[in-house]
């Protein structure tokens, strides 16, 4: 069964730093573009950062480019999201998400990870 399981979320003050990882079972891990999203209370999910199977990265929203990282280590199975200069609107439920390069049937969610950005 596959899993993505996200860690490092937290309580952080306004102008601090967090950096969440992602673990999963993916084999190959190298064939999924990894991306993580995230889901604010009242609203919907939405999508923060990806990075390909090449290794091409790309921040989708404008609210955090400039402040957030997303790299991945094929070797750990993982990805990471670097998330800087953190704002209390940046307060969510961060998930993980994996999908196939090729086949995107195979497409799977971690549980998500809690950041509460406050003083």
């Known amino acids: 069964q596959v899993q993505l399981v996200e860690s490092g979320g937290g309580l952080v003050q306004p102008g601090g730093s967090l950096r969440l990882s992602c673990a999963g079972n993916?084999?190959?891990?190298?064939?999924?573009?990894m991306s993580w999203h995230r889901q604010a209370p009242g609203k919907e999910r939405e999508l923060v950062a990806e990075?390909?199977?090449?290794?091409?990265?790309?921040v989708q929203l404008h609210s955090l480019k400039g402040r957030v990282t997303i790299s991945r280590d094929n070797a750990k199975k993982a990805s990471y999201l670097q998330m800087n200069t953190l704002k209390p609107d940046d307060t969510a439920v961060y998930y993980c998400?994996?999908?196939?390069?090729?086949?995107?049937?195979?497409?799977?969610w971690g549980q998500g990870t809690q950041v509460t950005v406050s003083s």
């Open positions: 998400h994996a999908q196939h390069w090729k086949n995107v049937g195979l497409d799977y």
């Open positions: 990075i390909t199977v090449f290794g091409v990265t790309s």
């Open positions: 993916l084999n190959p891990f190298s064939s999924y573009t």
